[in-house]
């Protein structure tokens, strides 16, 4: 077992968080760490301003319009839930794929099993890629939405998320995308791309922490408040406020994850999107690239790096994933995920549904020689046979 860890499991949480963040986050948190937006004093005009900062920064990372419809959620789960709860009436029907994560299938699946909806699922090709006629195929008149990830936590296949948004508006149809793996891979841009409503995490490709994400909504796309709560606004009503982003927040902020999110984004951007994302991408394919000299290893939707995020999943022939993940961690010092990823019908159609997969997701601080070190691993793991041939 090595000294220092080596983190590959990035997909799931980025780790570790730059210094930097946290270091400010830390030090902006203890010099206004009050109720955002509550109060006329000094420190929570200032926390009101950092809240305010932030949804124009947001809204500009994202190309959307107005940071009013910048809404913070605890993660992309609960914006997920927001929007799908918020924009459905009973009879709907929803177009979703089978990549998607349980942060889509599973609001779905309740809806559905309550009778409220009715949904379809698009199918992904042996590549990983969803055919955006084929979304657009199952669209109905009583369509409310398509709801679709935008990178798949699995196979790391980024979308062809603007030609589902053309489809989706000659339909007439909102497109919802869960950004949570592409948000800081891949430039999102709303307005060009066509994208109604988008829900993204803060502790994955964004640097900030855990516990805080959200739910950014092009004017024009209106949700329900399902939740009601305290909003600081008209406190004199019984009615939850309406105006955005208010109608869709309750409570007291998570300041300390949205001052996070903000440096976080500020990391990206300061590096620059596009260099990480390349950085990243070069390191993926030398694990690709010496991951598939292994024999006996299956690589899932991985010969063409060309749109992905740095997402990489596997194998082993004749080996538990579960003991593969416990040999790197226990025998290598390496931290992958193992089992169903969440998204349990892309395990489903790839036929890894009963043991599930070995995912490697890398981010802004792997280094080459961790990648050698995981490919030797995996070496070892696929057996003597690999070691004489590889
Ligand atoms: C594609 C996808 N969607 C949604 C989520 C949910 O993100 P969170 O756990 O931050 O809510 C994840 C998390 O792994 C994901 O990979």
Redesign the pocket.
């Known amino acids: 077992m090595t000294d220092r860890r080596i983190y590959l499991d990035n997909?799931?949480t980025t780790f570790p968080k730059p210094k930097a963040v946290l270091a400010r986050m830390v030090e902006t948190y203890a010099r206004v760490g009050v109720s955002p937006g509550r109060g006329s004093h000094d420190l929570a005009v200032e926390a009101g301003d950092l809240v305010d900062d932030a949804r124009a920064r947001i809204a500009r990372f994202f190309g959307a319009p107005d940071p009013d419809r910048v809404v913070f959620a605890a993660?992309?789960?609960?914006a997920l839930n927001t929007v799908i709860l918020g924009l459905v009436q009973p009879g709907d029907h929803l177009v979703a794929t089978r990549l998607d994560?349980n942060?889509v299938l599973r609001p779905l699946h309740h809806l559905a099993e309550r009778g409220t909806i009715s949904y379809d699922l698009a199918p992904f090709d042996e590549r990983g890629f969803v055919d955006p006629d084929a979304v657009a195929a199952l669209i109905r008149p009583n369509t409310r939405a398509v709801v679709m990830?935008h990178?798949s936590?699995v196979l790391g296949t980024v979308q062809p998320i603007a030609e589902v948004a053309r489809r989706c508006a000659a339909h007439g149809v909102p497109l919802v995308v869960?950004a949570?793996?592409s948000a800081g891979q891949v430039p999102i841009d709303m307005t060009a791309q066509g994208i109604d409503a988008l829900a993204f995490?803060g502790?994955k490709s964004l640097y900030g922490p855990s516990g805080i994400?959200g739910l950014v909504l092009r004017p024009g796309i209106d949700v329900a408040t399902t939740r009601f709560g305290g909003t600081g606004s008209n406190s004199g009503s019984l009615v939850h406020t309406q105006a955005y982003p208010l109608r869709l927040e309750l409570g007291t902020l998570n300041l300390l994850g949205v001052i996070g999110l903000t440096l976080g984004i500020a990391f990206v951007e300061g590096l620059g999107l596009e260099a990480l994302h390349r950085r990243e991408m070069a390191l993926l394919a030398r694990l690709r690239d010496g991951l598939a000299a292994i024999p006996g290893l299956t690589l899932y939707g991985a010969a063409d790096l060309d749109r992905h995020v740095p997402v990489l999943t596997t194998n082993v022939a004749d080996v538990d994933p579960q003991d593969v993940g416990a040999i790197l961690d226990g025998d290598f010092g390496i931290a992958v995920r193992v089992g169903v990823h969440?998204a349990p019908l892309v395990h489903r159609d790839l036929g890894t549904d009963a043991r599930g997969a070995v995912r490697f997701s890398l981010g802004a601080f792997n280094t080459a020689r961790e990648i050698d070190a995981a490919v030797g691993a995996m070496r070892t793991i696929a057996g003597p046979r690999s070691r004489t041939t590889g």
């Open positions: 997909a799931a993660n992309a789960s609960d994560h942060s990830c990178a936590n869960d949570a793996q995490t502790h994400g969440c």
